[in-house]
């Protein structure tokens, strides 16, 4: 049977009329403020504190299983990165040696050309010894200009084309860790909601 604050109220005007003011009000301290069925007991706090007991040790679980997991994927997802940074990295050394390669090929050949005007204009030399020492120097000059101007040129644009496949595998990394890092938050914050 529920009491009712009105049930209560007139509970204790009985208790005041038989056995006075104060009795009543100590008596009434010790009544329990909702039904008996509603105080929980030993037992009732006993069980209580087991299946706490039991969640926290299924929550500590599926974390450790939740982490665990995560740790694998992160481990994958780095391997991923360094073997694409490999790739990366094999690809532009490889195209660092066949252009350096073509520059070789392209100075041995010029060099060549070079030393082939200059054995024409030794001959020449030795031929018109007047003539030939002004246009010896002249041939000289003007092909030592050249070469340089197309040296100069090729390597500019050697080290810009570099420079633009570095910053292009630059950003693709940085992309792809920012990318991981925000994976691995993601399925941090889910493992956290879902438990929660």
Known sequence: MTITEAGRHRLHEALVTAIGEQEAAALMEHLAPVGW???????????????TRTD?????????????????????????VRSDMDAGFAAV??????????????????????RSELDAGLAAVRSDMDLGFAAV????????????????????????S???KLNSQLRWIVGTIITSYVLLVSVAGLFVSVRS
């Not at 069925?37 to 299946?51: C, G, S």
């Not at 974390?63 to 991923?80: E, P, T, Y």
């Not at 000059?141 to 050697?158: I, P």
Request: charged share 30%.
């Open 137 to 160: 120097r002249s041939e000289l000059d003007a092909g030592f200009a050249g070469v340089r101007s197309e040296l100069g040129v090729r390597s500019v644009s050697l080290e810009t």
């Open 56 to 80: 926290i040790e299924h929550l500590r679980s599926d974390m450790d299983a939740g982490f665990a997991a995560a740790r694998r994927d992160l481990d994958a997802g780095l391997a991923a």
């Open 93 to 114: 050394s490889s195209e660092l040696d066949a252009g350096l390669a073509a520059v070789r090929s392209e100075m041995d050949a010029g060099f060549a050309a070079v």
């Open 37 to 51: 069925a509603d105080v929980a007991t030993k037992t009732d706090l006993e069980h209580l504190r087991v299946a």
């Open 162 to 164: 570099l420079m633009v």
